[in-house]
Nanobody, 119 residues
Framework: QVRLVESGGGLVQAGGSLRLSCAAS????????MGWYRQAPGKQRELVAT???????NYQDSVKGRFTISRDNIKNTVYLQMNSLKPDDTAVYYC?????????????WGQGTQVTVSS
């Protein structure tokens, strides 16, 4: 099992910045892609950004140029730097980690952290 602990959410005014962190612990051998997803009230969970172990990144179009995902493979931690925040970014943000095992890939989710952007 992999345990994910998220931090860094909160309330910020439009145009402000927040930095989310997600630290993985437990059976971390084989962790590959790490990422962030979000879910706004009444909407489906959507991908925000992912990063592979080698550092390749992928972003949702609406956050390109404003959000930056990064990771520290020594600390098994993934970060999401969010700048120029908009009210539409308001959501619960979830960390996601993929782990490769002999039996196939496993996915793990964090508990979620609330991000609220006021106009």
């Amino acid at each position: 099992q992999v345990r994910l602990v998220e931090s860094g959410g909160g309330l910020v005014q439009a145009g402000g910045s927040l930095r989310l962190s997600c630290a993985a612990s437990g059976n971390i051998f084989g962790i590959s892609t790490m990422g962030w997803y979000r879910q706004a009230p009444g909407k489906q969970r959507e991908l925000v950004a992912t990063i592979t172990r080698g550092g390749a990144t992928n972003y949702q179009d609406s956050v390109k140029g404003r959000f930056t995902i990064s990771r520290d493979n020594i600390k098994n931690t993934v970060y999401l730097q969010m700048n120029s925040l908009k009210p539409d970014d308001t959501a619960v943000y979830y960390c996601n980690v993929d782990r490769r095992t002999t039996w196939g890939p496993e996915g793990y989710w964090g508990q979620g952290t609330q991000v609220t952007v006021s106009s």
